[in-house]
Structures are given as C-alpha cells and as structure tokens.
C-alpha cells in the first residue's frame, strides 16, 4: 500500500519529537537526584538522631538541670507544664531558684522519684 504524495511528515515534527524526548532525560535525571536527595536526607535525619541521643545523655549525667534542659529529657512536660507543676499548692515538682537571678533548677533523681510518685511519664 503507497502512501499518498499528499500526506507528509508535519513540520518540526523531529524537533517535536526530539523535545519529548529531551523532556523525558531531564525527567529521569530529577527522579534521580530526588532519591539522592531523600538519602542525604535520611542520612542527616540519622546524624540529627544521633546526635539528640548523645545530648540527652549529657543531660542525664547532669545532676542539676534547667527547664529546657528538662523538658528535652522528658518531651512530654514542656515548660509551661513544668511552671503549672511548680505552682502548684501540693506535689510540687522539686526545684530551687536561685537568690540573684532567680533561675530555677532541677536535681534529677528528685524529679524522677516525684514522677514516679505522681504517675507521669
């Protein structure tokens, strides 16, 4: 079967064609580099990990603590909570504040035998 003189290739088909192509490189090459990103990533999300476990315990070794340092060790008791507990008339969590600038101050087996105590993790 002939094909017709009358039908011809469109113009700039190859240039069409060339461009889907080059469009589906460019594609493959950012899927790429998207997955090299997600493991650089995992890889400082690992570092970040490792390091947060080092810091806390520092923190643990510590025997006096603040309250930012307190509420990294326990996340679940953030600073204002520490400062509802410190208010409080009974059960107090035990702390010291210091004369000259008033900062407060955990001793750690305190705080962890006043947890226990108060049934708080």
């Known amino acids: 079967m ?20 080059y469009i589906n490189i460019i594609h493959d090459i950012t ?6 990103n997600n493991t650089l990533d995992k890889e400082e999300q690992l570092k970040e990990v490792v390091d947060l ?19 990294q060790l326990l996340p679940n008791m953030s600073i204002s909570q520490q400062q509802t507990y410190r208010g409080r008339i009974k059960d107090k969590i035990p702390y010291h504040q210091t004369a000259s600038r008033g900062g407060v101050t955990y001793i750690v087996k305190d705080v962890k ?9």
Do not use: C, F, H, T
């Open 53 to 71: 476990e080092q810091e806390i315990k520092n923190i643990q070794a510590k025997r006096y603590i603040s309250p930012k340092e307190l509420s």
């Open 113 to 121: 035998v006043w947890m226990e105590n108060n049934n708080i993790r």
């Open 31 to 36: 899927k790429q580099v998207i997955k090299l």
């Open 2 to 21: 002939k094909l017709s003189k009358s039908i011809k290739e469109p113009k700039g088909a190859l240039k069409y064609y060339g461009d889907i192509n």
